[in-house]
């Protein structure tokens, strides 16, 4: 055992002799990247991961079925350098399931799997009697919201929208009606480029809330970061009838009507826009538009 700048450091030859691994398991194990190349050391949460992936291997799992289930563990705990150890995990059949606060749910679809024991639940059944209680026998669904609340601190970093856009996938996969889940999700692939992700994750927001403004006024942002114009006025206007008193959306207006050749009809958005906010840098940028489109009209 060696010191390291995180904590103590077993060598391979430790690991295998501490968790007692035949060849055929090391060889196994060496498959799924989880022992490393000849020299190099591991830290105790390497360590756990190492031994929670051949307790599943001795109890019947398959080297395609972890390496399935850590390439699927690593979008749910993408900061994580040990995923086996951040989660606990279970064989089930031919899955290999997370359990978390008494509820088992598949890693690779966010959904529950109910193990509903029968013996147990008549116990339960007569002790609720018993007690004049009504206890729910189908676990509660996982929260989205846990899952938006940690998207939403990570897409205020940078460095962290990757990760910010593996949570809000997750959001959507246990709620797919989630409307800010879906317009979220849009906006960072916006941010990062991805155009046809961007359009297609604001349009499952309008599918799922017919009334999202934002995700309205995100396709009119894409649409005119695109170049279509004709397309962005569309869409703004579609947020502007849903929120009229919508801002952003006359600002943006204003600008793509001014850039479409369309004075007369940019000073309208430009006036409302000033009447909504009258004292940021916007609103100076505004006024200067204003009086350029006043001047250009006819």
Not at 55 to 65: I, K, N, T
Request: hydrophobic letters at 40%; charged letters at 25%.
């Amino acid at each position: 055992m060696t010191d390291g700048p995180s904590g103590w450091l077993l060598s391979e030859r430790e690991v295998v002799r501490l968790l007692s691994l035949t060849p055929k398991r090391v060889a196994q194990l060496r498959r799924l990247g989880l022992l490393k190349p000849e020299g190099q050391g591991y830290h105790f949460r390497e360590v756990v991961g190492v031994r929670v992936a051949g307790e599943l291997l001795a109890g019947g799992a398959s080297v395609r079925q972890i390496r399935r289930a850590l390439e699927d563990l690593r979008r749910l705990v993408p900061e994580s350098d040990a995923p086996l150890a951040a989660l606990r995990l279970k064989l089930d059949g031919q899955r290999i399931l997370v359990e978390s606060d008494g509820v088992s749910f598949d890693p690779r679809t966010g959904q529950i799997v109910l193990t509903l024991d029968i013996g147990d639940l008549e116990q339960q059944a007569r002790a609720s009697l018993a007690r004049g209680m009504v206890r729910p026998l189908v676990p509660p669904a996982l929260s989205a919201d846990a899952w938006f609340g940690r998207a939403a601190e990570l897409d205020q970093d940078p460095s962290q929208w990757e990760a910010a856009v593996s949570a809000y996938e997750q959001v959507v996969a246990i709620d797919p009606t989630c409307a800010a889940g879906w317009n979220n999700l849009g906006l960072l692939n916006h941010r990062m480029g991805q155009y046809d992700k961007a359009g297609d994750c604001y349009r499952a927001a309008l599918a799922a809330d017919p009334a999202s403004y934002q995700a309205a006024y995100n396709l009119g942002s894409l649409t005119e970061d695109l170049g279509d114009l004709p397309g962005a006025v569309g869409w703004y206007r579609r947020a502007l009838e849903m929120a009229p008193d919508y801002a952003d959306a006359h600002f943006n207006l204003a600008g793509v009507l001014a850039k479409a050749g369309r004075p007369r009809e940019a000073a309208i958005h430009w006036r409302r826009y000033l009447e909504l906010d009258q004292g940021s840098p916007w609103a100076q940028l505004a006024r200067v538009n204003l009086g350029e489109a006043e001047d250009t009209d006819p």
